[in-house]
Structure formats: structure tokens, C-alpha cells
T-cell receptor, first 114, second 108 residues
Framework: DVKVTQSSRYLVKRTGEKVFLECVQDMDHENMFWYRQDPGLGLRLIYFSYDVKMKEKGDIPEGYSVSREKKERFSLILESASTNQTSMYLC?????????????FGPGTRLTVL | QKEVEQNSGPLSVPEGAIASLNCTYSDRVSQSFFWYRQYSGKSPELIMSIYSNGDKEDGRFTAQLNKASQYVSLLIRDSQPSDSATYLCAVSKDQFYFGTGTSLTVIP
């Protein structure tokens, strides 16, 4: 079974803080993704990575950065958290075959920025 | 135009009935199609994937793909209260595109 884990289920931060969200997958997947999910807007892709040290912007990268130093680990960084970044953050991974292979999701981190 | 459109619902069906969920997509070059189930407060979990025209069955679930009409549907037979969730349609071409989901309630 694919297992994707995320460092926190719930997180509360203050405006201006630097926030790290971490994702780990244990199935040797090539691709990893960060989404945010908001009511009425669905899942929106923030960043993805298809290899170690490689990253690509998704649809809404502003205010975020990512790091992938090891194949199994993909971190999302909010350099200076703002209230409009309050959301559910979902990490996903997929095996290979381009970016169209089945994606498996972690449990999500619900981030509140006060 | 959105890449993927779903009726947001909510859709309510009685226990034991067939639930029908629909999804349309805008780009004919889309390659792969997925249905995910998401319980409230949880992350999406894969139910089924379908790649070619026609029906694909897995237990009580049947996915149907019609590329000419650009729609994909999910049928849930013998619906159970535990099927109550939001169902997300996803379409892939260069990346994944998700619909906003259809909320399903199965009434005991």
C-alpha cells in the first residue's frame, strides 16, 4: 500500500511567521505534489516535483516555495504566512509515467493563519 | 472555461438505490480519468481510474467514459450510508485537473 504522511494534521500560525509543511512517501514515487483545497474552489496545484531537487510551479505558486532534497520528502514553505493562506494543504505522490499517473494523497494539514 | 465541471449537488439517494455522478471535461486531449472519494475532513482516496471508452466495473462502482461527448460518470449500486461523501472527478493531460466535487448523501 502506498503511504503518504504529512507532518501535522492541524497547525495554527500567526501572520508573518515562516511555516514548514512536510510530506513523506514510502513507495519510491518519482512525482510529488502540493495542493491546497478551499470550499467552492476545489483542489489547486501549488507546486510539483518530478525528481530530487527539481520543482515546477503549479497554478498558484505565489507566496509559497518548495524543497525536495531527498526522493521521499517534499516540503512546502510559506515564507511569510498570511490569513489568505488559511486552507487545507494536501500532499500527493505518483509513481512515474509523466505527471498523469494515479496520485495518492496524504491525510492533509489544516492550516489556520491568525 | 473550467477544465473539469461537476454538479456540486448535494445529491441525496435512499439506501439501496443507484447513485449517478457526472463529470464533463473541456479538453479532448485529456488522457486519464479518475474518481476520488473524500469524507468530510479527510483527504481524497482513489476509487477508480479509467482510460478508454466504455464501462469499468469494480464491485458496486462502475465508471463510464465517453470521449466523444467528453464526459465521465460514476455509478454506485446498492448505495450505503457509508458512501456519503464528496466525490471528486479528476482528469489528466499535462497535469491533474480536479472538479470541485459532488456531495452525496445516502439516506438510511
Amino acid at each position: 500500500d502506498v503511504k503518504v504522511t504529512q507532518s501535522s494534521r492541524y497547525l495554527v500560525k500567526r501572520t508573518g511567521e515562516k511555516v514548514f509543511l512536510e510530506c513523506v512517501q514510502d513507495m519510491d514515487h518519482e512525482n510529488m505534489f502540493w495542493y491546497r483545497q478551499d470550499p467552492g474552489l476545489g483542489l489547486r496545484l501549488i507546486y510539483f516535483s518530478y525528481d530530487v531537487k527539481m520543482k515546477e510551479k503549479g497554478d498558484i505558486p505565489e507566496g509559497y516555495s518548495v524543497s525536495r532534497e531527498k526522493k521521499e520528502r517534499f516540503s512546502l514553505i510559506l515564507e511569510s504566512a498570511s490569513t489568505n493562506q488559511t486552507s487545507m494543504y494536501l500532499c500527493a505522490s505518483s509513481l512515474a509515467g509523466g505527471l498523469t499517473d494515479t496520485q495518492y494523497f496524504g491525510p492533509g494539514t489544516r492550516l489556520t493563519v491568525l | 472555461q473550467k477544465e473539469v465541471e461537476q454538479n456540486s449537488g448535494p445529491l441525496s439517494v435512499p439506501e439501496g438505490a443507484i447513485a449517478s455522478l457526472n463529470c464533463t471535461y473541456s479538453d479532448r486531449v485529456s488522457q486519464s480519468f479518475f474518481w476520488y472519494r473524500q469524507y468530510s475532513g479527510k483527504s481524497p482516496e482513489l476509487i477508480m481510474s479509467i482510460y478508454s471508452n466504455g464501462d469499468k466495473e469494480d464491485g458496486r462502482f462502475t465508471a463510464q467514459l465517453n470521449k466523444a461527448s467528453q464526459y465521465v460518470s460514476l455509478l454506485i449500486r446498492d448505495s450505503q450510508p457509508s458512501d456519503s461523501a464528496t466525490y471528486l472527478c479528476a482528469v489528466s493531460k499535462d497535469q491533474f485537473y480536479f472538479g470541485t466535487g459532488t456531495s452525496l448523501t445516502v439516506i438510511p
